[in-house]
């Protein structure tokens, strides 16, 4: 079976999309090593280092790994010619517009449709429906991330061929940080020996504007919680580090980017609970991440966020700012439930390791 990689959307920055990419796909190459993969990446951005499958052919493109408009142009000249002189039996893309492989079955995954949301402007909902409808009808088989994002993508595009398969992490990467790394890295952020953790870019839909809000408000009452931001700038960055200078928060919040893995781990195993207040996802990979350290993760009320927990978490309304207070207080202060929503995670995230995702997406391919 020779089978092709879209891969073109992914680059050196860090996302839930290329985890689950790396992840699961390094799986997917031992369990299919009578399979021919090719990887097509991007012109910024060498992918070989990622993988380490002898199955695997790396082919470079002209298409950059951003920028909407130049991507369609340069891929315009170079998929149709380059598809066809391959002759590939399955043809995978990971971002849209979908790239169509009219002579192998084409699979196209699809993390989240927040373009077609109420929120979104006018304009992103005309071009983000012509682009998902047509990558509907281009594409054999749509893959999606869980069942909340299945029903909603059908709920939009009810004759839509789809299939969900969680996003995962590799549990055997979830060793706890040295004594010397954890040291480190408290004393380089300053962090105190208790403190929330929140994990995620810098943009509208993670409602960081309400937790901080929440911060607040706690503070005001008397209990001074710390709160650590983690994510890199999406554009509302600034906007929130405005918000908690006005609202004289500086002692109490602190956003941090461009982190190294062992940073990121590192916090991950210091924090005290995990808050995670977005309003709209398509998954949360962050509450897996969480839960491998054995942390208490208290989350949005939104369906996805209840389907990766089994309804078995604590939740909260993300536009009640005092529903957020009332959540964080409740964990952190009833040791006996922080106990237990740890203990069910221990359980429930060996569900999401790489290692019992990957038959799943074996299963897929071989039937088609």
Excluded at 190 to 205: A, D, I, Q, T, W
Excluded at 243 to 270: F, W
């Amino acid at each position: 079976m020779k089978i092709g990689l879209n891969a073109t959307c992914f680059n050196n920055r860090p996302s839930g999309a290329k985890q689950r990419f790396i992840g699961l796909y390094s799986q997917l190459f031992n369990l299919m090593r009578d399979s021919e993969f090719i990887v097509f990446q991007p012109s910024d951005c060498i992918m070989n280092h990622w993988f380490n499958s002898p199955n695997v052919k790396f082919v470079s493109t002209p298409i950059p790994s951003e920028g909407r408009l130049n991507k369609f142009f340069q891929g315009s000249t170079f998929w149709d010619q380059t598809l066809k002189n391959e002759n590939l039996d399955l043809f995978e893309c990971f971002n849209l517009p979908s790239v169509q492989n009219s002579s192998a079955f084409t699979i196209q995954t699809i993390h989240d449709v927040r373009s077609l949301r109420e929120n979104a402007s006018i304009i992103e909902r005309m071009i983000g429906k012509y682009v998902h409808k047509t990558a509907i009808a281009k594409t054999n088989k749509i893959i999606t991330v869980s069942q909340t994002m299945r029903d909603e993508i059908l709920n939009y595009f009810p004759s839509a061929n789809i299939e969900f398969l969680y996003n995962g992490i590799d549990l055997d990467n979830f060793v706890l940080p040295s004594s010397s790394d954890l040291d480190i890295t408290k004393k380089k952020f300053s962090l105190p020996s208790n403190f929330l953790l929140s994990v995620g870019h810098f943009e509208h839909r993670k409602n960081y504007s309400n937790l901080i809000h929440a911060i607040k408000n706690l503070k005001e009452a008397g209990q001074d919680y710390f709160l650590v931001i983690v994510g890199n700038d999406n554009g509302n960055k600034n906007k929130i580090a405005d918000q908690i200078i006005s609202l004289n928060l500086h002692k109490n919040i602190v956003l941090l980017s461009n982190l190294s893995d062992t940073e990121v781990k590192s916090i991950y195993a210091l924090s005290t609970a995990f808050v995670f207040p977005s309003i709209y996802e398509g998954f949360g990979i962050p509450i897996l991440e969480s839960m491998a350290y054995n942390k208490p993760v208290i989350l949005s009320d939104i369906n996805v966020f209840k389907e990766i927990t089994e309804d078995q978490g604590v939740y909260f309304d993300p536009k009640d700012i005092f529903s957020i207070e009332e959540k964080i207080r409740k964990v952190t202060e009833d040791s006996n439930l922080s106990s237990r929503l740890i203990e069910y995670g221990r359980k429930r995230v060996k569900e999401f390791d790489f290692k019992k995702l990957a038959p799943k997406l074996f299963d897929i391919y071989l039937s088609q």
